[in-house]
Nanobody, 113 residues
Framework: QVQLVESGGGLVQTGGSLRLSCTAS?????MAWYRQAPGKQRELVAG???????NYADSVKGRFTISMDNAANTVYLHMNSLKPEDTAVYYC??????????WGQGTQVTVSS
């Protein structure tokens, strides 16, 4: 069982920045950030492999950056130029080579217009 502890959410104005952190209790392989807005399905925001490859949703390309600190077992999501439509609960996701999937508790990001 892998535990994920998220932090960094909050309230920010349009155009502002936030950094989300997710610390895993075990070695990281594939990590990702998802988000879920009220009334909408959970969607992938960004993912990163331990080898460094990353992928992003089109809606956040150029504004968000995902990074990984393997020594600290922590993945970050740097969010810049935030928009009201980025408002959601953001969830950290952990996948291991066996295909097991774990989720963080979620952290609220609210962008005011």
């Amino acid at each position: 069982q892998v535990q994920l502890v998220e932090s960094g959410g909050g309230l920010v104005q349009t155009g502002g920045s936030l950094r989300l952190s997710c610390t895993a209790s075990g070695r990281m392989y594939v990590m990702a950030w998802y988000r879920q807005a009220p009334g909408k399905q959970r969607e992938l925001v960004a993912g990163i492999h331990s080898g460094g490859n990353t992928n992003y949703a089109d809606s956040v390309k150029g504004r968000f950056t995902i990074s990984m600190d393997n020594a600290a077992n922590t993945v970050y999501l740097h969010m810049n130029s935030l928009k009201p439509e980025d408002t959601a609960v953001y969830y950290c996701n952990y996948k291991n080579p066996l295909g097991s999937n774990y989720w963080g508790q979620g952290t609220q990001v609210t962008v005011s217009s």
